[in-house]
């Protein structure tokens, strides 16, 4: 058996990722050390060295996994998009996905990855440009492609798609996003809600061609 499968090194593995990705989130990267990462993960220092070679590649391939992650959400957010958001329903359609993007982005891991990221942006400007590509970036652009056939339905009224799509998950997430990673408490889902739904009410003034709609 390849030594990649060994069910004892995808395990070490998984422990490793774990355990650091609980460190560096807790204590930054400059204050998680691989003897920090053995002994939460309860191996040895030298298993953790023969996994990843040093602590830079650990903390690369951690930030690697969650845009895979990202990049699996963008997927389903697009078929979400093409098969839910319906015309004859537009306001609840974007209330519903209002509420759910809010609630999925305004989380306690998302925070404490983009504020370990900002912490780090001098040392790992290329994990930052990464993640913005692929995780809030890459939700602006299926956003964008779902407006577009909104408008082409002409449920929607809006010449630029990509600056709607920017201003939808601004006004839904904005506030509470940016107070959390600025003071570090994720406010609560009460407030994340109610600030979703007044920013979908906003959006559907702006951009909603019916009346009735708005």
């Known amino acids: 058996m ?13 422990a490793v990722v774990e355990a650091a990705t609980t460190l560096f989130l807790q204590k930054g990267y400059a204050g998680t ?3 920090d990462v053995a002994a939460l993960a309860g191996i040895t220092k030298r298993t953790v060295y023969n996994n990843y070679t040093d602590k830079e590649t650990l903390f690369t391939q951690i930030v690697t996994d969650v845009l895979a992650f990202a990049d ?11 098969a839910d958001i319906a015309a004859a329903d537009l306001r609840t359609s974007l209330h519903d996905l209002g509420r759910r993007l809010a609630l999925a982005i305004v989380r306690a891991e998302v925070v404490a990855l983009r504020r370990l990221l900002i912490g780090e942006a001098r040392a ?9 590509d692929r995780a809030p970036n890459q939700m602006i652009e299926v956003l964008a492609s779902g407006f577009r056939h909104l408008v082409q339905l002409g449920v929607l009224r809006a010449t630029d798609t990509r600056r709607a799509a920017e201003q ?3 006004l839904i997430v904005g506030e509470p996003l940016d107070r959390a990673v600025l003071v570090g408490t994720v406010p609560t889902r009460e407030h994340i809600v ?7 009410e906003t959006f559907l003034a702006r951009y909603a061609p019916d009346p009735r709609i708005r």
């Open 2 to 14: 390849p030594r990649g499968d060994d069910p004892r090194v995808v395990r070490s593995r998984a």
């Open 33 to 35: 050390t691989m003897e």
């Open 72 to 82: 699996e959400y963008a997927v389903g957010l697009r078929a979400e998009l093409a």
């Open 124 to 132: 790992f400007p290329a994990l930052g440009a990464r993640y913005f």
């Open 168 to 170: 939808f998950a601004y």
């Open 194 to 200: 109610t600030c979703a739904r007044e920013g979908v």
